[in-house]
Antibody, heavy 120, light 107 residues
Framework: QLQLQKSGPGLVKPSETLSLTCTVS??????????WGWIRQPPGKGLEWIGT???????YYNPSLKSRVTISVDTSNNQFSLNLSSVTAADTAVYYC????????????WGQGTLVTVSS | DIQMTQSPSSVSASVGDRVTITCRAS??????LAWYQQKPGKAPKLLIY???SLQSGVPSRFSGSGSGTDFTLTISSLQPEDFATYYC?????????FGQGTRVEIK
């Protein structure tokens, strides 16, 4: 059964870098069928797509965050990571990692969200 | 960016009611549309992909329709576990964008 397990701090100081890692179990991140993505949701608000990565390292980023976002993949450890630099309070959100399945280019499995708060 | 607009923003309904939620894209997206259900404190759950394809394990009371710019999610007979917030998402182009959500509440 597919599981997406996130790790990373729940509190980040303003101007610092938010770093999260999603470890995949029950599937190979190197499968040619799937892509892997990050989505966030500010408290009480809607969903925002951050970016998507393929096992080869090809990335697609939201232009609204592109200058601050890096998504990377580590196939040897079956995990992918998010780095968001120069954070502000506006980056406070629940962050989700998810798998983009083979049907419809959409996220069919989501990990449990992690609230990341940006505060000094 | 493609803007996704859902209506209504919230709907009050009773168990057994038929509920319809609409999603409009700011430009044509063919059938590249998904619907998700989110309950408080939980991750979104995929219900419908490719506008009308039911995700495995999702009850058949959920259905989707539409193409181009106008899409609909229908719950044929609302059940207690269906009270949640529903989001549409376009998968036609980058950046992927979501609707603002529709909250289905108990009447």
């Amino acid at each position: 059964q597919l599981q997406l397990q996130k790790s990373g701090p729940g509190l980040v100081k303003p101007s610092e870098t938010l770093s999260l890692t999603c470890t995949v179990s029950g599937a190979s991140i190197s499968s040619s069928t799937y892509y892997w993505g990050w989505i966030r949701q500010p408290p009480g608000k809607g969903l925002e797509w951050i970016g998507t990565i393929y096992y080869s390292g090809s990335t697609y980023y939201n232009p609204s965050l592109k200058s601050r976002v890096t998504i990377s993949v580590d196939t040897s450890n079956n995990q992918f990571s998010l780095n968001l630099s120069s954070v502000t309070a506006a980056d406070t959100a629940v962050y989700y990692c998810a798998r983009r399945g083979s049907g419809g280019r959409v996220f069919d499995y989501w990990g449990q969200g992690t609230l990341v708060t940006v505060s000094s | 960016d493609i803007q996704m607009t859902q209506s209504p923003s919230s709907v009050s309904a009773s168990v057994g009611d038929r509920v319809t939620i609409t999603c409009r894209a700011s430009q044509g997206i063919s059938s590249w549309l998904a619907w998700y259900q989110q309950k408080p404190g939980k991750a979104p759950k995929l219900l419908i992909y490719a506008a009308s394809s039911l995700q495995s394990g999702v009850p058949s009371r959920f259905s989707g329709s539409g193409s181009g710019t106008d899409f609909t999610l229908t719950i044929s007979s609302l059940q207690p576990e269906d009270f949640a917030t529903y989001y549409c998402q376009q998968a036609n182009s980058f950046p992927r964008t979501f609707g603002q959500g529709t909250r289905v509440e108990i009447k």
